[in-house]
């Protein structure tokens, strides 16, 4: 498996991205106060959050695809994928670690803002829930990364990997917790490409139906991508290409 962290960061190139990269790290500045280095408890409770975004677009991208009488391109699929796998994350350090009545109770209370709070916004600017989630990626594999460093230097056990990570990546028998964190480090990376993916193509679907002209030139700059590129991530991902 890649040992390499995949250090990538998608350079904001507007108001919209400059703000969910603010959120996000004002977002990590508390998380990384409250937990400190709890990486287990961390995984845990974060885990409880990451697998809300892809429900909550592919419901929305789902009923967006009704009204409008068209296909999704593979988009649904991908944030429904997206969900189950943060949640298999979550399945996967809640053997590790065990929340306990405060860090419950933090679940509970983020759960019911976090839902409503991206279901808005989702609903106001799906592009921007995108880019949020692409930097909260990000973040993640920085996380997995540390997390990684600490098994490493004996400051966390290697214990054993949960029967549920063994089933879930495929792993050896005898897999140990450092294998099950480079797997999940992995797909943080892939939901980050993802979500920068379509936050990109929907600048691009925004300039094409007669937005800024100048945000398309932005964007161009960076040679990521042009109207004449359909996004074909999803179907990348959805196929594992
Ligand atoms: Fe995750
Ligand atoms: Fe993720």
């Known amino acids: 498996m890649n040992e390499l962290p995949s250090p990538k960061h998608r350079t904001p190139e507007d108001l919209r991205d400059r703000l969910a990269l603010g959120v996000v790290k004002f977002l990590r500045f508390v998380a990384d106060a409250f937990f400190a280095r709890r990486y287990g408890h961390r995984a845990v409770v974060l885990e409880t959050v990451a697998a809300v975004p892809g429900m909550v677009g592919g419901l929305l991208q789902h009923l ?5 009488m068209t296909g999704d391109r593979g988009w649904i699929r991908t944030l429904l994928a997206e969900a189950e796998n943060e949640r298999m994350h979550l399945m996967t350090f809640i053997e590790i670690a065990r929340p306990n009545l405060l860090e ?10 976090f839902f409503n709070a991206f279901f808005l916004l989702y609903l106001v600017s799906p592009k921007t829930a995108h880019r949020i989630v692409g930097y909260f990626e990000e973040e993640a594999v920085v996380s997995y990364t540390q997390y990684l460093s600490e098994i490493d230097q004996g400051r966390h056990a290697n214990v054993s990997a949960p029967q549920v990570a063994i ?4 792993l050896g028998p005898d897999a140990r917790l450092r294998d ?3 797997a999940v480090r992995a797909d943080e990376a892939k939901h980050r490409d993802v979500n920068h993916g379509f936050a990109d193509e ?7 139906a007669g ?15 042009s109207p004449d590129a359909p996004f074909d991530g999803a179907l ?3 196929d594992g290409r």
């Open 236 to 238: 990348r991902e959805r």
């Open 202 to 208: 929907l600048t691009v679907q925004t300039v094409a």
């Open 211 to 225: 937005g800024s002209r100048a945000a398309l030139d932005r964007h161009a700059a960076t040679g990521r991508r």
């Open 104 to 113: 419950r109770l933090l679940v509970l209370l983020v759960q019911g803002a």
């Open 180 to 182: 099950v964190v480079l």
């Open 64 to 68: 967006r695809c009704l009204r409008r």
């Open 167 to 170: 089933d879930y990546w495929n």
